[in-house]
Antibody
Framework: QVQLQESGPGQVKPSQTLSLTCTVSGGSVSSSDSHWSWIRQPPGKGLEWIGDIFYSGTSSATTYYNPSLKSRITTSVDMSKNQFSLKLRSVTAADTAVYFC???????????WGQGTLVAVSS | QSVLTQPPSVSGAPGQRVTISCAGNTSDIVTDYYVHWYQQLPGTAPKLLIYDNNNRPSGVPDRFSGSNSGTSASLTITGLQPEDEADYYCQSYVTSLKGVCVFGTGTKVTVL
């Protein structure tokens, strides 16, 4: 059974870069039947898809990003650690949210989720 | 940025039937793609509840059902239970945004 666990700082200063990692257990980040996704939820608000990454197994990864965040996002995969990561640059208070990592199945559903980690943007 | 609109809240007594709508602001969402539904209990991560318009993953009670008329999707809980009190989100993709994933605005279900 695949499980996901987010990790990273709980607080980031404005204008800095938010960096989070999601560790995959019980499965492989290089699986051909999975996209690895980031989704966030500001306190008291709804869900927002950030983006996802698919490792094609040919030493390259394909990424898909929310157009509203695309200019500030980088995602990557580390096969040696079985992890995938998110970097969000130039953060503001509006980026304060619980960040979830999730698996996007080949049928385009988020079928496995991490527990989420709260990141507060504050000086 | 969500282009899927849900009612902010619905409520019902135990045993009643409640329906949550999910309407796209253009016809290229619920028509072109499947709609999926997630349940988020307080303080937890969302959980897949319905996929591909009307299918339940293993373990989801059959009181949950989904439908998609082509212009609007809906989630129905038949025989509301106290443990169904949660937030519910629909999710789909937007053709005109080159397949960008979108979530609905979310609906709080309250069991009276």
């Amino acid at each position: 059974q695949v499980q996901l666990q987010e990790s990273g700082p709980g607080q980031v200063k404005p204008s800095q870069t938010l960096s989070l990692t999601c560790t995959v257990s019980g499965g492989s980040v290089s699986s051909s039947d999975s996209h690895w996704s980031w989704i966030r939820q500001p306190p008291g608000k709804g869900l927002e898809w950030i983006g996802d990454i698919f490792y094609s197994g040919t030493s390259s990864a394909t990424t898909y990003y929310n157009p509203s965040l695309k200019s500030r996002i980088t995602t990557s995969v580390d096969m040696s650690k079985n992890q995938f990561s998110l970097k969000l640059r130039s953060v503001t208070a509006a980026d304060t949210a619980v960040y979830f990592c999730a698996r996007l199945s080949m049928t385009d559903v988020f079928d496995i989720w991490g527990q989420g980690t709260l990141v507060a943007v504050s000086s | 940025q969500s282009v899927l609109t849900q009612p902010p809240s619905v409520s019902g007594a135990p045993g009643q039937r409640v329906t949550i709508s999910c309407a796209g602001n253009t016809s290229d969402i619920v028509t072109d793609y499947y709609v999926h539904w997630y349940q988020q209990l307080p303080g937890t991560a969302p959980k897949l509840l319905i996929y591909d318009n009307n299918n339940r993953p293993s373990g989801v009670p059959d009181r949950f059902s989904g439908s998609n008329s082509g212009t609007s999707a809906s989630l129905t809980i038949t025989g509301l239970q106290p443990e169904d009190e949660a937030d519910y989100y629909c999710q789909s993709y937007v053709t005109s945004l080159k397949g960008v994933c979108v979530f609905g605005t979310g609906t709080k279900v309250t069991v009276l």
